[in-house]
Antibody, heavy 123, light 108 residues
Framework: EVQLVESGGVLVNPGGSLRLSCEGS????????MNWVRQAPGKGLEWVGR??????????DFAAPFQGRFSVSRHDDGNTMYLMMTGLKIEDTALYYC??????????????WGQGTLVTVSS | ALTQSASVSASPGQSITISCTGS?????????VSWYQQVAGRAPRLVIF???SRPSGVSDRFSGSKSGNTAFLTISGLQAGDEADYFC??????????FGGGTRVTVL
């Protein structure tokens, strides 16, 4: 069974930086494309970005609001993906989910989700 | 973001259809539309991928379709357990993903 566990969410000051982690188990992590999706309190889902498997180049894509401010990396030996966030703003307050993309089902579908880790940006 | 109606309500046993409108650069460009169910307090769950396909374990009461730049999720034989927020998503020509704003389904 695919399991994803996010961690690292805390209270951080505006302008600060934070690194989130997502550890996967129950599947071959190195073969998976991984994503971050966030959800502000009481709001909808917002796609943040993805990292491809190294077999497909390990490259990343980001939604426009996050380009240059957020980065994603992966450490396949530890079955872990990271989201590095810099220049945090109050509006970055959200529950951050990691997902697998097209691993079990079709391309470009988020087929497994973690439970999320809460990031709060406030002074 | 893709455009979804804010809410829909119906009685048990009825059918509902949720629409999700995008553009030529997302829904109209690829057949990579997916739908997610989010019950209150829970993580989202994939219910439709590739416009029309269902993951294993998802009831066949859930079906998806697409016409031009608009995708649809139909839930037939509505049940109390279907009460949730539903989000559409699409891959785009810019190699990004985009989600809809969500539709709240209420079972009367």
């Amino acid at each position: 069974e695919v399991q994803l566990v996010e961690s690292g969410g805390v209270l951080v000051n505006p302008g600060g930086s934070l690194r989130l982690s997502c550890e996967g188990s129950g599947f071959v992590f190195a073969n998976a494309w991984m994503n971050w999706v966030r959800q502000a309190p009481g709001k909808g889902l917002e796609w943040v970005g993805r990292i491809r498997a190294f077999a497909q180049g390990g490259t990343t894509d980001f939604a426009a609001p996050f380009q240059g401010r957020f980065s994603v990396s992966r450490h396949d030996d530890g079955n872990t993906m990271y989201l590095m966030m810099t220049g945090l703003k109050i509006e970055d307050t959200a529950l951050y989910y990691c997902t697998t993309e097209g691993f079990t089902y079709g391309f470009h579908s988020h087929d497994s989700w973690g439970q999320g880790t809460l990031v709060t940006v406030s002074s | 973001a893709l455009t979804q109606s804010a809410s829909v309500s119906a009685s048990p046993g009825q059918s509902i259809t949720i629409s999700c409108t995008g553009s030529n650069n997302d829904i109209g460009y690829y057949n990579y539309v997916s739908w997610y169910q989010q019950v209150a307090g829970r993580a989202p769950r994939l219910v439709i991928f590739g416009v029309t396909s269902r993951p294993s374990g998802v009831s066949d009461r859930f079906s998806g379709s697409k016409s031009g730049n608009t995708a649809f999720l139909t839930i037939s034989g509505l049940q109390a357990g279907d009460e949730a927020d539903y989000f559409c998503a699409s891959y785009t020509s810019s190699r990004t993903d985009v989600f809809g704003g969500g539709t709240r389904v209420t079972v009367l």
